[in-house]
């Protein structure tokens, strides 16, 4: 995989030159690394999941069609 070539910022491409903020943005965005969102369903165990889930009103009809 190659790696992308840095953007000099101080002399961007007429083209590109309204996208300055954004690509300033980007790098910094990235060096503060990933966390976890605890409130994600992906995250959660299942107990938790489900106790979320069934707080839904669009859960109810499931629940109700199968009792």
Do not use: C
């Not at 030159?17 to 969102?37: E, I, Q, R, V, W």
């Not at 959660?44 to 859960?59: D, L, P, W, Y």
């Amino acid at each position: 995989m190659k790696a992308t070539p840095a953007v000099d910022m101080s002399n961007l491409q007429p083209a590109i030159a309204h996208m300055k903020d954004y690509l300033a943005s980007a790098g910094a965005a990235g060096a503060s690394g990933f966390a976890k969102d605890p409130a994600a369903w992906q995250n959660m165990s299942f107990g938790e999941m489900a106790a979320e889930e069934v707080k839904r009103k669009e859960t109810w009809p499931f629940i109700v069609g199968i009792a």
